[in-house]
């Protein structure tokens, strides 16, 4: 059975964190819209040039754009074992998008894991957000540190960089954009009894205990 799976969670509660646990245990391909558009903005391509203008200052990119993205991901191959969506969807208009496309292609969802932090926690948690250059893992500047300081724990790189919309101007703007959006998106997937609460305000290593415990039970 294949797994097909939502992470939500607003920004800074710790999704992409989780990911990097949850694909290398359960072999999925990570789907994070946020990661696609950035890597279209480094690589200058038209998708990049439209996206920009929305992520720099921390807005969403328009969803029709957003859905195009994921309707094409979502067909590739490697997503028969199941998929980990990561940041969509983010309103409600993507959600019902989204069960369009599961539709179509017959990939029901699995579950969608909402990881729960109090929104008072997550400007800390952004601006203090660093990743490594070569492979994209995240660290912290106070709760996740590589284990030698410098270097990465996942690749040995040792170039870092913060992310521009972690840069406390846009983290306002993004969070009350989110923020806005996240209550309506619960109640849609608590209908469709697909939902499993985790509360994120907890260590990583606790956080992920919980989630490992909710895919295993599947
Ligand atoms: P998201 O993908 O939801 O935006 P990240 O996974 O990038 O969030 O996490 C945001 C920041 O908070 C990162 O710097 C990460 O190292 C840190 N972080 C993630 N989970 C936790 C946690 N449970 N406790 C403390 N810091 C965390
Ligand atoms: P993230 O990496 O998930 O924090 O996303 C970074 C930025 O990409 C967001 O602030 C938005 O501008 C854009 N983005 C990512 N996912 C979506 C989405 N599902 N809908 C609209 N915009 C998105």
Redesign the pocket.
Known sequence: MSLNLILMGL?GAGKGTQAQYIVDKYQIPHI????M?REAISNETALGLK?KE??DK????PDEV?NGIVKERLAEDDTKPGFLL??????LE?ADALAQMTEDLNKPLSAVINIDVDPKLLTDRLTGRFICKKCGATYHKLYHMPKVPGTCDVCGGHEFYQRE?DKPEAVKT?LKVNIKMNTPLISYYKDRNLLFNVDGSQSIDEVWQKVDQILSSL
């Open positions: 920004p994070s819209t946020g990661d558009f996206a929305y992520t921390g807005n969403l990119v957003t990561d940041g969509y969807p983010r309103t993507q919309d993004r």
